[in-house]
Nanobody, 124 residues
Framework: QVQLVESGGGLVQAGASLRLSCAAS????????MAWFRQAPGKEREFVAT????????YYADSVKGRFTISRDNAKNTVYLQMNNLKPEDTAVYYC?????????????????WGQGTQVTVSS
């Protein structure tokens, strides 16, 4: 398994941008399918975006499509989430997740490795 550490969260105003990073340690990072999820207070963890092992395929939740971009640099063992035009409803703890085997990558229970999360707060 890989170990994941997120960074880049913070407090911003609506309309601002943030880039989250997720650094992975362990072997064979380039073989893992990666994703970002988020969890707001009192809500369930929800899917944000996912990216294939070679970066060639991406998929987004409708709520972030056109504003967020997921990418990865396998040479650096890192996956990113560029978040533009942030809205107050984007406020949540953002988690990075990794999965080696095939599954429904929009579902949290498909992922075996998780980071500790990074807080993103968007003020209006």
């Amino acid at each position: 398994q890989v170990q994941l550490v997120e960074s880049g969260g913070g407090l911003v105003q609506a309309g601002a941008s943030l880039r989250l990073s997720c650094a992975a340690s362990g072997r064979f990072f380039s073989r893992y399918h990666m994703a970002w999820f988020r969890q707001a207070p009192g809500k369930e963890r929800e899917f944000v975006a996912t990216i294939g092992s070679n970066g060639g395929s991406t998929y987004y939740a409708d709520s972030v499509k056109g504003r967020f971009t997921i990418s990865r640099d396998n040479a650096k063992n890192t996956v990113y989430l560029q978040m533009n035009n942030l809205k107050p409803e984007d406020t949540a703890v953002y988690y990075c997740a990794a999965q080696y085997y095939t599954g429904d990558y929009t579902q949290a229970n498909a992922f075996s490795s998780w980071g500790q999360g990074t807080q993103v707060t968007v003020s209006s």
